[in-house]
């Protein structure tokens, strides 16, 4: 009996200090699961592209009108630029994280900033952004080669300005009232007469349409100085407002054409003319809003106006032809632009350029040379 006691004894004390020893494995197992789990190195999300960008031209109706459809049609937030900004606006998105779309709307390439252009587009792409560039400047060919060979979107017409363009891609996402919006943008841009610009144009009164347009363009070039202005316009325009039912645009529309017919008598009193064109420094309003004023007074088929920006050492060139123009403007002036260190170009009768404060008077001479 106590043999048979102490066997027992014996037994359960090496039973239990099996399931000691095992405990201890199954302890030190979950401790090491833990450091294991505590040491690992995190794997790092990176944040989702959701974000949707447009990027467009901010001093005239096109380029506003432009971003207001994108808007409409793909939400997302506007970043509007000049000529000079361009780049610097690029540069700016390139880095973001979360930018899963770029729409390029209204912004034409010079010989200056077009291997730039296409630099930027290689590393969005790489980057997995979709890229949309809709223009309706003269461009170089191997330019839009270029951009669809890396699967940039091109949308390119010169015979329909930019939101007409945009209208037409993408019609099946807009609603009604973006017919109108591309009417106004064809009408400021002189591409009313154009194959879809004048089909739009039919669908209003026309002197309805035209006022419109022209309190819009008012608006945008008195407010150049004021950054939310202009984005607060393209956002009514997303939501279907006519310029008549944005507050004050019909009031500041008239002080726009009070300034505009004082512009009259100064451009009399102060314009130049040679061969082929004429020609003025504007001082104390856009280049852009005496230009024309300058071409029908100097009863040359082409007029040129250019102010001062001292905060960028250039000037500001606009340029406009009649009718009776027989050359591309547009093309004449990005070569020129170039070969005098800026950037420039557009259409065949409507075109402006950015040029070195010192070379300003060359480049009136040249033009003059190049107009035949």
């Known amino acids: 009996m106590l043999a048979s006691a102490k066997t027992k004894k014996s037994v359960t004390k090496k039973s239990s200090t099996k399931k000691t020893t095992s405990t201890k494995k199954t302890s030190i197992k979950k401790i090491a699961k833990k450091i294991t789990k505590k040491t690992s190195p995190k794997k790092i999300t990176k944040p989702k592209r959701t974000k949707v960008i447009c990027i467009s031209h901010k001093e005239d109706a096109d380029g506003i009108s432009s971003a207001a459809l994108i808007r409409q049609a793909f939400g997302g937030d506007a970043l509007l630029v000049d000529y000079p900004g361009q780049m610097e606006a690029l540069q700016q998105v390139v880095g973001d994280e979360k930018l899963k779309s770029l729409y390029i709307c209204d912004l034409g390439l010079s010989k200056k900033t077009q291997d730039e252009f296409i630099d930027i587009m290689k590393t969005l792409r790489k980057n997995k952004v979709s890229v949309t560039y809709i223009d309706h400047h003269d461009i170089d060919p191997d330019v839009v080669k270029s951009l669809e060979k890396i699967k940039v979107k091109v949308i390119h017409d010169i015979n329909e300005c930019t939101t007409v363009q945009v209208y037409n891609a993408y019609k099946s996402k807009l609603n009604e009232h973006a017919t109108f ?22 669908m209003y009164d026309r002197q309805f349409a035209l006022i419109s347009a022209t309190v819009l363009t008012y608006n945008i070039v008195g407010h150049q100085k004021e950054p939310d202005y202009l984005l607060y316009l393209v956002e009514e325009l997303a939501e279907s407002k006519f310029p008549h039912d944005i507050p004050n645009t019909f009031e500041f529309a008239q002080i726009q054409v ?16 040679m061969k082929n064109l004429g020609h003025m420094e504007i001082t104390d309003s856009g280049a852009s809003g005496a230009v024309n004023f300058v071409m029908g007074l100097s009863g040359k088929d082409v007029g040129v106006a250019y102010k001062e920006r001292i905060d960028h050492g250039i000037y500001a060139v606009s340029v406009r032809g009649s009718k009776n123009c027989k050359v591309h403007l547009g093309k004449i002036v990005n070569l020129l632009a ?18 070195p404060k010192p070379k300003i008077k060359k480049f009136i001479t040249e033009l003059n040379k190049k107009i035949k």
């Open 258 to 273: 009070e300034k505009l017919s004082q512009i009259i008598a100064k451009v009399k009193a102060g314009m130049k003319t």
């Open 181 to 202: 919006v591309a009417t106004c943008a064809a009408i400021t841009d002189y591409m009313e007469d154009r194959p879809i610009g004048s089909k739009l144009l039919q």
């Open 338 to 355: 170039t070969d005098l260190g800026g950037s420039g170009g557009g259409h065949d009768r409507a075109c402006g350029a950015v040029i």
